[in-house]
């Protein structure tokens, strides 16, 4: 992958058949980029992504630190849109804990409860492949444990990008 | 190709009013009412052609940093790619050219009379001038909206963009000031402007239509 005469990384070959799948890195290795080109929001300068089945057949719920959300919008506001845009019929805000905060506007969360609404707005509807872009990154232990309850729970398969590994996860991945 | 559009309208909309860009436009509105106003009060009649360039003024430089950015707002806080994951980037463009057709309509059906009324014009003319409104309305958010998606793609800040415009919808601009002078003045439309104004409109439309997945791929 390039951008303009920069090459960010290349020579990347990976099968991501597990259900759970990590990408290692450090800043600037192209992680983030990685995971836009997985998700097909940006195509490779050079090289070739196959998906089974097809990309246009596979939902994609994806976060990443570069995103932020409606600042005017409440909780709620912002999840019905998402939940509506990806014809899901029924959501339930006590999953992440944001009940107590639905009527929040989005610019008013900290920044543990702006994560959380991300990445409550990315498992929306149990898509079939999760992109998750440094998820942890300003969760709080509460956070933290919910992320990994959530993980744990899907059968179905998840790409995680982090600069932090835990011992225990296996890295599939290192740029 | 549409899928989604009427609730990425509806999310435009409320994003359109809640957001701070609605001060600015509550403020040039006002700003140029009360340069409307206070004409009569001097008692200074104002030409036909002045006063079609005070409507254009307040429905065009009201909303274009509005429509502009909304573009670049979107593409700069990442919403961009996560409605693309879910919908088509033309159900995305054409939302929010319909979102700034609405507000500028809704603006020019506050301002339009008002003006009409206070600055001495023929009431008659007003449904007239109220029609070349909506064409010129939509005219100028498709254009607007096209320059303002490839300018949000190169990465062009939110306030060089309207320079880079200005250019592209002068032309477009100066027809509609003519057309509704020529209404303020004659109670006549040249056709032959309107009939520019609408073969621009349409070709715009065609153009995002067929190009805008292109564009997505190569940008």
């Not at chain 2, 979102?99 to 014009?121: H, K, R, S």
Request: proline fraction near 4%.
């Amino acid at each position: 992958m390039r951008f303009d005469r920069n090459i960010v990384f290349g020579d990347v070959s990976c099968d991501f058949t597990q259900r759970l799948s990590i990408i290692c890195g450090a800043n600037g290795s192209g992680k983030t980029t990685l995971m836009k080109i997985l998700s097909g929001l940006v195509n490779p300068t050079s090289g070739k992504i196959t998906y089974t089945p097809g990309i246009a057949n596979i939902r994609i719920g994806f976060d990443s630190p570069y995103i932020h959300l409606y600042p005017d919008l409440t909780v709620r506001e912002i999840m019905d849109f998402f939940s509506r845009l990806k014809r899901i019929e029924k959501y339930d805000l006590r999953e992440w804990e944001l009940h107590k905060i639905r009527h929040k506007k989005y610019k008013n969360l900290s920044s543990g409860f702006k994560q959380r609404v991300k990445l409550a707005q990315a498992f929306l509807g149990n898509p079939d492949l999760l992109l998750l872009d440094e998820p942890e990154q300003h969760l709080d232990e509460g956070g933290k444990n919910l992320l990994k309850e959530k993980l744990s729970q899907r059968e179905k398969m998840i790409i995680v990008s982090t600069n932090n590994p835990e011992s225990e996860q296996k890295i599939v991945l290192w740029l | 190709m549409f899928s989604g559009f009427r609730l990425l309208f509806a999310k435009e909309i409320m994003t359109l009013t809640r957001g701070k860009s609605i001060f600015g436009v509550s403020l040039g509105i006002a700003f140029v009412l009360s340069f409307a106003v206070s004409m009569p009060l001097a008692e200074v009649a104002l030409d036909p052609t002045v006063i079609a360039t005070l409507i254009w003024t307040i429905l065009f430089f009201s909303t274009i940093g509005v429509h502009l950015g909304s573009f670049t707002v979107e593409e700069n806080q990442g919403t961009y790619d996560l409605l693309k994951l879910a919908t088509s980037p033309t159900a995305i463009f054409m939302s929010k050219v319909a979102a700034n057709t609405i507000l500028m309509l809704v603006i020019g059906l506050v301002c339009i009379p008002l003006m009409v009324l206070w600055l001495g014009v023929d009431v008659v003319v007003l449904p007239t001038v109220l029609l070349v409104s909506i064409i010129g309305c939509l005219c100028l958010s498709l254009s607007e909206g096209f320059i303002g998606y490839l300018l949000s793609k190169a990465r062009v800040g939110e306030v060089a963009a309207p320079i880079i415009l200005l250019p592209v919808v002068l032309p477009i601009l100066v027809s509609l000031i003519i057309i509704t002078s020529s209404v303020l003045e004659k109670g006549t439309i040249s056709i032959n402007l309107v009939v520019v104004i609408v073969s621009l409109s349409l070709a715009i439309l065609v153009a995002s239509l067929l190009f805008l997945p292109m564009l997505e791929e190569w940008l």
